[in-house]
Structures are given as structure tokens and as C-alpha cells.
């Protein structure tokens, strides 16, 4: 398919960004704008264009209602007035212009990475300034394979067919489960959560002895952090947490080598000779459905893309399809959500809802798909799941309203940050609370004054809550994320109805 002369420019423009060499178009007329955009590209931003450049720019344009004679009206070809626009644009703004933030530059530079090979040093520092070096790794990472080794020299790695640990101290080789392996300051989760997140950039810093972009980024009702941005690579070298319990972790890459050649041995799988194997890998490669049935006992649902791995254990499958795990038991109770969960619907059940996260029971199944594309893999499963939205079946009137003080609400945000009130997350243990100390307005010694079986969450869609109580004075709590709407939101009552 051919592309808009617009889309071209568009993609010149940031492959020049990205310190990339660009494709010029087979259009004559769109190649001379991404070759004029090339050239200012190259220059110093301005106070504004010259005098003399508007001038002649004005006397080439027609003006709107203008009585000119025929012989003095003059028209620039296509490309040439479009080439004069681009130029006003670019000299008048600072390059870069719409698309070049330094934290889409890096969103995008970590998308196209191929490997690297580098030494995470992680520090931690309290509120009095005191710091102490707790961890040096070397890592490589390359596709789907990641391994680090650490001071002491365990050697933890993941090749996308097996994962393990080799501990030369113990002399042991760890077998561990191959799918959702998590790994600290993971390059592609950062720059998609400074990309979602309000951010700024605040400076610059020598990091490692490379200059680096301190950026500034505030989720919704939290503490700052700060990622440092490689200003050659565009690439994030530095991570520092917010203060959390008085707390701070630094993970700082010492050394970074992008796009470098790794050592095939790295992500070979090699016992030392003489060393125990020990199995936690429960779940054992098959070649195919009919034989992951024999071993789990299960008949399956199977996904309609075809898994890049099958694993299976009794009572269990586990299709891996890279970014996404479907994972299916054996339904042995009904369906017990997690209290920070959004409610949806399956047929016949609920459907439970967490970020990258969908759980089900279906067909004596218990279905759980977790990663990036949870809600398009479990729709393979079952198209008839519905998810939760926003504003359904919310009540916009409740009988009594509740002020609410928000510099309240996000300093109790804060503090469900740093790990203390987990129960803030839960929509009806905050409704419990409320309801208990509507009866018990002095406090409340010794048992409640309402048993907590009495509630029942009846609507969650992940921002707005409804919990229907039994006993007291109360029969509906209405409740809303008003600090960050995903799983780390802390739940406020904002209303309630009487009995």
C-alpha cells in the first residue's frame, strides 16, 4: 500500500529523531520536504524567521479576497509551499516538534532494541542520606532471553526454553517455570510507564559518565520518581524509586552496551558437571494438545493462535504464547476474586479482572490469561466474556452524599504506595470501615459491630464500586477510585443509601 505524503514525512521526521538514516520518498515532490526537513533539522532554533524570509514568503502568497492582476498572481508548486510552512514551523519551535517528547524517543529506541550486555548496580539510601551498595549484576538480554550473573557468581537465565539457576556455592542447577519471568528495572516496562504517566524533564546529569535526561515522572497520586535517559541512545541507563518507609533503590546501569554481540553460551543450558538438579518446574514441555490432555487429564480450550509452547502438569495446562500465558485447572471450588479485582461477567459466573490479568470457571475449568494481550486471547477462548465499563450500573445520586477531602485521599494514596493500609485497595473493606464506624462513631473496641460476611461487592468496574450491606443502618456503599483509576488506586466512599 501506498503511503500519504504526510505518513512519509512523518516517518522521515522520526527516523531523523532517532539518529536513524532515513528513506527518502519515490515522490519527487514529498522527497524535497524531507529533504528541506533534513536541512533545518540541522539548525540552531530561533527567535523566529528572519524579516526578510517573511517578506518574501508574503509577497508569494496570495492573500484571501485580494484583487491582484493576473500577471502578479504567483503560486507556489505543492511542495514548495509546504516546504515554506515546515520551515516557519520548525525555526519558530524548538526542534523537536509533536512526536520527538525525549520520553517517546526512548519508548521508541527500547522497541526497536535487539540486545544488550550491561552491570545494574542497585543502591539503597535512607531519608538521612546514608547509601549502601546491596547488589551488582551483569545482565545480557537479547529477544526473549535474559540472564544475569550476580558477585557472588549465581548465574539465573532464561533462554525462552528452559529457566534456571545455577548456584556454584551449593552447587545446584534450579529449574524454574520458563513463562512471566519478571526482572528489575526492566528497560520496556519504564518507558511504557513514563510514556502513560505525567512527565518532565527536569535536567541534566552525568550518569556513569554518560549525559543523561533526568526525567520526572508522577503516577496519579503518588510519590515522583526518576528515570535518566541516555542522551546518545536515548536509551534509560538509571532508575530511582520514590521514597517508600524512608527507603530509596537506585538502579544504575555502570556500564551499557546496546546492540553488541552476545555469546551463544550465555543462554545455553549446561549443568556444571557434579551439580544436584533440583526441579521447581512443575510444569513439563509437550509436543501437542492430545498429549498435554494425557498428562493433565484435562479436555482444554484451546486458544485459535497457536501457542508457541505447551506445558503441562495433572490437573493443569499452560499454553505460552509469548507476551500471554493461558493457564487452565482443574475447577475444583466456585470462583474466589482477588479483593482489588473489577468485576465482568462470564456466562454463568464473574469474571475477574486485573491489569493484563482475566479469570474464569467454564466447562468444569478454571481459566486465568495473563500479559499484554490477556482480553484478545481470552475472547479466542470465550467471545461471550464482558467486561467491566466505567459508569455501569452506577448509581450517579446516591441517597446521601459524602465530602470527601482529596489532599486526604492522596496522602492516604501515599501511604498504600509505601505498603502500609493494604486494606484501602480492597472496595469492601473500605466499605466495611465506613459502615462499622457509621454505627460505632467513637471507635471500635474489640469485635465490629457488623460481621463482615454481610457485605457483598455487587459492581466493580475497576473505577467505580457498589457494596450492598445486609446489616445496620446502611444497605449501599458507593465508592470511587478518585486518586488512580488501575489496581493500585486506593477506594473512597462518596456516597451511600439508607435503609
Known amino acids: 500500500m501506498k503511503k500519504s505524503p504526510e505518513l512519509e514525512l512523518d516517518n522521515f521526521i522520526d527516523s531523523l529523531n532517532l539518529e536513524q538514516r532515513p528513506d527518502y520518498s519515490e515522490d519527487k515532490d514529498t522527497a524535497e520536504l524531507q529533504e528541506t526537513a533534513r536541512l533545518v533539522r540541522g539548525l540552531r532554533p530561533a527567535e523566529g524567521p528572519s524579516p526578510m524570509f517573511t517578506e518574501s514568503l508574503y509577497h508569494k502568497l496570495p492573500l484571501e479576497g485580494a484583487q491582484l492582476p493576473k500577471t502578479r498572481r504567483r503560486f507556489l508548486p505543492w511542495a514548495a509551499l509546504v516546504a515554506c510552512f515546515l520551515a516557519i514551523a520548525l525555526i519558530v519551535s524548538p526542534w523537536p516538534l509533536r512526536k520527538q517528547d525525549i520520553v517517546l524517543a526512548m519508548e521508541q529506541t527500547v522497541q526497536q532494541l535487539q540486545n544488550y550486555h550491561g552491570t545494574m548496580e542497585k543502591i539503597s539510601s535512607n531519608q538521612a542520606g546514608d547509601k549502601q551498595v546491596y547488589e551488582n549484576v551483569e545482565i545480557w ?23 534456571w539457576t545455577v548456584q556454584p556455592n551449593l552447587k545446584e542447577v534450579v ?15 519504564e518507558a511504557e510507564k513514563a510514556a502513560a504517566y505525567p512527565h518532565k524533564a527536569v535536567g541534566q546529569d552525568s550518569i556513569a559518565g554518560r549525559l543523561a535526561t533526568r526525567i520526572q515522572v508522577t503516577p496519579p ?43 551463544t553460551a550465555i543462554f545455553s543450558y549446561n549443568p556444571p558437571q557434579g551439580y544436584k538438579i533440583i526441579d ?78 482475566l479469570r474464569w470457571q467454564q466447562d468444569g475449568l478454571e481459566i486465568k490469561v495473563q500479559g499484554k494481550r490477556a482480553e484478545d486471547l481470552a475472547k479466542q477462548l470465550n467471545d461471550k466474556l464482558v467486561l467491566p465499563q466505567a459508569g455501569q450500573g452506577i448509581s450517579p445520586t446516591p441517597a446521601q452524599e459524602v465530602t470527601v477531602d482529596m489532599e486526604v485521599e492522596k496522602r492516604n494514596q501515599q501511604q498504600v504506595d509505601a505498603g502500609s493500609s493494604p486494606w484501602q485497595l480492597d472496595p469492601t473493606q473500605v466499605a466495611f470501615t465506613f459502615v462499622a464506624l457509621k454505627m460505632s462513631p467513637g471507635g471500635i473496641n474489640g469485635n465490629p459491630p457488623l460481621a463482615y ?31 488512580r483509576q488501575d489496581d493500585t488506586g486506593i477506594w473512597t466512599v462518596v456516597g451511600y443509601d439508607p435503609k
Open 221 to 263: 497520586g503518588g510519590a515522583s520518581y526518576f528515570l535518566w535517559v541516555d542522551v546518545e541512545t536515548k536509551l534509560p541507563i538509571q532508575l530511582q524509586t520514590a521514597m517508600q518507609k524512608a527507603v530509596q533503590t537506585t538502579f544504575t546501569f555502570v556500564s551499557f552496551e546496546p546492540n553488541t554481540q552476545i555469546p
Open 280 to 357: 521447581k518446574n512443575q510444569d513439563k514441555q509437550v509436543k501437542d494438545i492430545a498429549e498435554a490432555s494425557q498428562i493433565s487429564g484435562l479436555t482444554p480450550i484451546v486458544p485459535k493462535e497457536i501457542p508457541q509452547k505447551i506445558m503441562a502438569n495433572k490437573n493443569r495446562i499452560v499454553f505460552d504464547c509469548g507476551d500471554t500465558v493461558v493457564t487452565e485447572t482443574l475447577a475444583s471450588s466456585p470462583l474466589v476474586l482477588a479483593p482489588t479485582a473489577s468485576l465482568g461477567q462470564a456466562p454463568g459466573g464473574q469474571l475477574e479482572v486485573l491489569t493484563d490479568s
Open 175 to 189: 529449574l524454574l517455570p520458563v513463562y512471566l519471568d519478571t526482572h528489575d528495572f526492566d528497560l520496556r516496562q
Open 453 to 483: 460476611t454481610s457485605l457483598k461487592l455487587t459492581t466493580n468496574t475497576g473505577k467505580e464500586a457498589i457494596v450492598q450491606v445486609q446489616e445496620g443502618p446502611i444497605k449501599t456503599v458507593y465508592l470511587k477510585r478518585l486518586v
Open 141 to 163: 538480554s537479547e529477544g526473549n532471553k535474559y540472564a544475569t550473573r550476580d558477585a557472588e557468581g549465581t548465574m539465573t537465565v532464561n533462554n525462552g526454553e528452559q529457566h
